[in-house]
């Protein structure tokens, strides 16, 4: 009988740790996510308005001047 309430507590044990561990790394989550998604989309504005520049420039057209 105290063999069966010992793995009962375990239970109760990994089910606490589990529980904690996984709001520590949701909380992680939503602060790091929106982090690298902003870094990101900002690269990618860069880099897509280098290349409209270049593709201006190209066609003769000078952003500078717009």
Do not use: W
């Not at 009988?1 to 949701?26: C, E, F, P, Q």
């Not at 602060?31 to 897509?48: D, F, L, N, T, V």
Request: charged fraction near 15%.
């Amino acid at each position: 009988m105290d063999n069966t309430d010992s793995g009962y507590k375990r239970y109760v044990l990994a089910a606490v740790l589990g529980a904690i561990g996984g709001g520590l790394l949701v909380a992680v989550a939503t602060r790091a996510i929106p982090k690298m998604m902003s870094q990101m989309m900002s690269g990618q504005m860069s880099k897509m308005m280098a290349q409209m520049g270049a593709q201006m420039k190209e066609g003769g057209c000078d952003p500078a001047e717009m």
